[in-house]
């Protein structure tokens, strides 16, 4: 097939989008499959090793986070479609970007697969956008009712959709790196570097960003005989550090480094309330690490409580340090845990959510 992906964010940035993104294309070069994405111009461009052509679109910064971009309207994009000439258009987490490519698309007659993958109305909250959650879910419905099929990667996210008045959901999770992310890259040396009192080691990977929400582990950070590890960066940072004093800060970590820093956790926490996935859950339980997570969004599918780790109530910083404490005083069960979460994510590799995807396009086309 020929495959058009248009995505808010690609690579050089760093997130779910931009990472799941170069995943799938790779994997439909892999597979034979004539791959076009489309994006946003970042901050830099440099060189890439892309198996792919990539077309930036022209850019500006978005408010209260620079380093996201958000592209332009165009109508270049019709033309560039056209020129291509796709059998089915991916629109990646659309909303700016993707809501241009869907008018496009649908007024070419192209089949749309589109991925809801970011919690808008919950980061238009966060930041203070100047759109409501209404506002929010209307741009939603209206952008996806041009779409074919829309995947949803959770069930509560695909229930979120449905209620909104979004049409024809189906469900499409995310791969993982299981060669990359396991068990086996447990570093005992990097583990005396980061715990040199044989402290039990709780990290926190991802962006240091206001919907994340790192500060809940203010009161976790504090608790004896537990070294709090952060992974990350973003426009978050100070104020983050100056809330977690014990914590050790690594900045931005990947590819071996980064699995050999999941693969040494005792405990894995995310906090952040929003996230319809959440891709460093399933990778620190590909890496044999028990979860604490909120109890809402992504995890609630991913995290299975008294068996791969600990559900909590969202924003609730004590709740977050009673779980972590829990786990920090039982060995056995943290290992058990891990076991569980290794077996629960290992058979869901990014090559058999690729061909699951490609089936959703082959559905797509059908249906058009």
């Given at each position: 097939m020929r495959v058009v992906i248009i995505t808010e964010s690609y690579l050089p940035e760093v997130n779910g989008v931009a990472n799941s993104v170069a995943r799938i294309a790779g994997h439909l070069t892999a597979r034979g499959h004539a791959v076009l994405v489309i994006a946003p111009r970042p901050v830099s461009l440099v060189d890439s090793a892309d198996p792919h052509p990539v077309v930036r679109l022209r850019s500006i910064p978005m408010p209260g986070y620079s380093t996201v971009r958000l592209a332009l309207p165009t109508r270049r994009l019709g033309r560039i479609l056209a020129a291509f000439r796709p059998d089915v258009v991916h629109l990646a987490s659309p909303f700016v970007l993707g809501a241009w490519g869907a008018k496009a698309a649908a007024e070419l007659g192209l089949p749309i697969v589109a991925i809801y993958q970011t919690d808008v109305p919950g980061y238009a909250r966060a930041y203070r956008l100047g759109l409501t959650e209404v506002?929010?879910?209307?741009?939603?419905?209206?952008?996806?009712?041009?779409?074919?099929?829309?995947?949803?990667?959770?069930t509560s996210t695909a229930a979120q959709l449905v209620e909104h008045g979004v049409p024809r959901v189906g469900m499409w999770g995310r791969g993982v790196d299981t060669a990359l992310f396991h068990p086996g890259?447990?570093?005992?040396?990097?583990?005396?570097?980061?715990?040199?009192?044989?402290?039990?080691l709780v990290g926190y990977v991802g962006r240091l960003a206001r919907e994340k929400q790192v500060e809940l582990l203010e009161d976790?950070?504090?608790?004896?005989?537990?070294?709090?590890?952060?992974?990350?960066?973003?426009?978050?940072?100070?104020?983050?550090?100056?809330?977690?004093?014990?914590?050790?800060?690594?900045g931005p970590r990947r590819g071996a480094e980064l699995a050999r820093l999941y693969a040494s956790l005792d405990v894995f926490v995310h906090t952040g309330p929003y996230e319809t996935f959440c891709q460093t859950v399933q990778e620190a339980m590909a890496s044999g690490v028990p979860v604490v997570a909120p109890a809402v969004g992504g995890p609630v599918d991913l995290v299975k409580p008294g068996q791969t780790g600990i559900l909590v109530p969202p924003g609730d910083a004590a709740a977050f340090a009673r779980a972590i404490a829990e786990l920090a005083a039982d060995e056995r069960m943290r290992k058990e845990y891990g076991v569980a979460a290794f077996d629960a994510v290992a058979s869901r590799t990014w090559s058999a959510l690729g061909d699951e995807l490609i089936g959703h396009y082959r559905a797509a086309v059908g249906a058009a």
């Amino acid at each position: 097939m020929r495959v058009v992906i248009i995505t808010e964010s690609y690579l050089p940035e760093v997130n779910g989008v931009a990472n799941s993104v170069a995943r799938i294309a790779g994997h439909l070069t892999a597979r034979g499959h004539a791959v076009l994405v489309i994006a946003p111009r970042p901050v830099s461009l440099v060189d890439s090793a892309d198996p792919h052509p990539v077309v930036r679109l022209r850019s500006i910064p978005m408010p209260g986070y620079s380093t996201v971009r958000l592209a332009l309207p165009t109508r270049r994009l019709g033309r560039i479609l056209a020129a291509f000439r796709p059998d089915v258009v991916h629109l990646a987490s659309p909303f700016v970007l993707g809501a241009w490519g869907a008018k496009a698309a649908a007024e070419l007659g192209l089949p749309i697969v589109a991925i809801y993958q970011t919690d808008v109305p919950g980061y238009a909250r966060a930041y203070r956008l100047g759109l409501t959650e209404v506002v929010s879910w209307k741009v939603i419905q209206r952008l996806h009712a041009r779409a074919t099929m829309t995947l949803a990667p959770s069930t509560s996210t695909a229930a979120q959709l449905v209620e909104h008045g979004v049409p024809r959901v189906g469900m499409w999770g995310r791969g993982v790196d299981t060669a990359l992310f396991h068990p086996g890259r447990r570093d005992d040396e990097l583990r005396r570097s980061l715990a040199p009192n044989d402290e039990v080691l709780v990290g926190y990977v991802g962006r240091l960003a206001r919907e994340k929400q790192v500060e809940l582990l203010e009161d976790a950070a504090k608790l004896p005989g537990v070294q709090l590890v952060v992974v990350g960066d973003g426009p978050m940072r100070g104020a983050v550090q100056r809330r977690l004093g014990n914590a050790r800060f690594l900045g931005p970590r990947r590819g071996a480094e980064l699995a050999r820093l999941y693969a040494s956790l005792d405990v894995f926490v995310h906090t952040g309330p929003y996230e319809t996935f959440c891709q460093t859950v399933q990778e620190a339980m590909a890496s044999g690490v028990p979860v604490v997570a909120p109890a809402v969004g992504g995890p609630v599918d991913l995290v299975k409580p008294g068996q791969t780790g600990i559900l909590v109530p969202p924003g609730d910083a004590a709740a977050f340090a009673r779980a972590i404490a829990e786990l920090a005083a039982d060995e056995r069960m943290r290992k058990e845990y891990g076991v569980a979460a290794f077996d629960a994510v290992a058979s869901r590799t990014w090559s058999a959510l690729g061909d699951e995807l490609i089936g959703h396009y082959r559905a797509a086309v059908g249906a058009a």
